[in-house]
C-alpha cells in the first residue's frame, strides 16, 4: 500500500512524523541528483544508496491530488521501503550527513496548477506539511507543463515564511523556458531569487537552441552547456543560483547525453576560462554553483560513473 500524506496536516503546526533539524547548509560547490521513487528499469535504490557524492537530493516526484496547488507524497512499493518510517529513518541519515533532501514538484508526467491565490495557498501548505511530517528541507519545482509566474511566486514566498531561512529551493526548468527573461519560468527565478537555491536547467532533450551570443547551438556539446549558461548567468541569476543539468548515462534521457568530460569542461569554461569550446564567456563565473543530474538511479546502473566523475570536480572547483 502506498503512503499517502496531504495537507490535512497544514497549519496544526504538530509535526507528525520525523523530528525537525536544522538543514545543513548547502555547500558553495553542490552536485544535485534525482532519486526515483518508482522502478523504470535503472537501478532500484533506497535513499541510504545513493552515491555519497550528492549534496543534493531531489525526491522524485510529489503527486497532485484533485485541490488544485495541493500535493501529496506516495511512497512506491517498487522501492522496497517496508515503512514509510524507514524512508523517514534515511531521510534524517542523509541529512546527518551533510546533505540536503527536496521533494521535487513535477516532472513529465506530474502536473501541479498553480494559477490563483487559493491554489497558492493549497501549495504551501501541503509542501510544509510534507516537510514537517517527511523531513524535507525543501522542494524542487520541475513543472514541465507551464507555470504561471505571478501565483507560483506567491506560493514558494508562502513556502518560504513557513519553512524559514533554511529551505532549499530548487529549479529544474527546460532549456526553452530560460531562453529568455520574459518567458514565465525565468521570470518565477527572479522574483524569488532572495530565496533559490539553485536553477539546474535541463540541458537534454531539447535539440538546438540560441545562446547568450545569439548563435544556435546543438545540444551534447560544451557550448551548449556554457553559451546557454550564460543566458541565466548574464539575466540577473547570482552564478551561485546556476547550475548544469545532465543525463547520467544514455539511458536516462531520450537525448542531450554528454560524456562527463563535457561536463567537466563546461565547469571549467564558466569558472575558470579554461576548456571552452567555440564560445568563450566575456568573464568567469568562480560561484558557480556546479551540475546536476538525471538521475541518481540511472548514474548507478552505470557503475556510479557520473558523479564519481562530476562530484569530484564540481568540489574543486574555485
Given at each position: 500500500m502506498a503512503v499517502v500524506v496531504t495537507a490535512a496536516l497544514a497549519g496544526t503546526g504538530i509535526a507528525t512524523g520525523a523530528p525537525h533539524a536544522e538543514p545543513a547548509a548547502v555547500p558553495k560547490h553542490a552536485l544535485t541528483g534525482y532519486w526515483q521513487n518508482f522502478n523504470n528499469g535503472a537501478t532500484v535504490q533506497k535513499l541510504r544508496d545513493v552515491q555519497a557524492q550528492y549534496d543534493i537530493i531531489a525526491v522524485s516526484f510529489a503527486d497532485s491530488t484533485a485541490?488544485?496547488?495541493e500535493i501529496t507524497f506516495?511512497?512506491?512499493p517498487a522501492v522496497g521501503y517496508s515503512s514509510a518510517a524507514d524512508f523517514k529513518a534515511d531521510i534524517k541519515s542523509k541529512k546527518d550527513a551533510g546533505k540536503s533532501v527536496i521533494l521535487s514538484i513535477g516532472g513529465e508526467k506530474g502536473n501541479v496548477t498553480i494559477n490563483s491565490d487559493a491554489s497558492a495557498t493549497a501549495f504551501a501548505n501541503s509542501a510544509h506539511a510534507l516537510m514537517q511530517e517527511y523531513g524535507f528541507d525543501g522542494v524542487d519545482i520541475?513543472?514541465?507543463h507551464g507555470?504561471?509566474?505571478?501565483y507560483l511566486t506567491k506560493a514558494l514566498r508562502q513556502l518560504s515564511a513557513k519553512a524559514g531561512s533554511g529551505l532549499v529551493l530548487t529549479m529544474a526548468p527546460q532549456t526553452i523556458d530560460m531562453q529568455s527573461t520574459s518567458n514565465e519560468y525565468f521570470k518565477t527565478a527572479l522574483a524569488?531569487?532572495?530565496?533559490?537555491?539553485?536553477v539546474n536547467m535541463?540541458?537534454?532533450?531539447?535539440?538546438s537552441m540560441l545562446g547568450c551570443d545569439g548563435?544556435?547551438?546543438?545540444?551534447?556539446?560544451v557550448d551548449f552547456l556554457t553559451a546557454l549558461a550564460c543566458i541565466q548567468l548574464?539575466?540577473?541569476l547570482d552564478p551561485s543560483q546556476v547550475g548544469i543539468g545532465v543525463p547520467a548515462s544514455t539511458r536516462a534521457a531520450g537525448s542531450g547525453y554528454v560524456d562527463p568530460s563535457v561536463v567537466k569542461n563546461a565547469l571549467d569554461c564558466l569558472t575558470r576560462g579554461t576548456g571552452c569550446g567555440t564560445f568563450k564567456p566575456t568573464k568567469t563565473y568562480p560561484g558557480l554553483r556546479g551540475a546536476m543530474t538525471w538521475s541518481t538511479n540511472w548514474d548507478a546502473t552505470a557503475g556510479n560513473a557520473w558523479s564519481d566523475a562530476v562530484g569530484p570536480h564540481v568540489h574543486n572547483l574555485p
Open positions: 485541490t488544485p496547488g506516495n511512497l512506491d520541475d513543472l514541465e507555470v504561471n509566474s505571478a524569488v531569487k532572495d530565496i533559490l537555491t539553485v535541463q540541458y537534454y532533450n531539447s535539440g548563435k544556435v547551438y546543438s545540444q551534447g556539446s548574464e539575466g540577473g
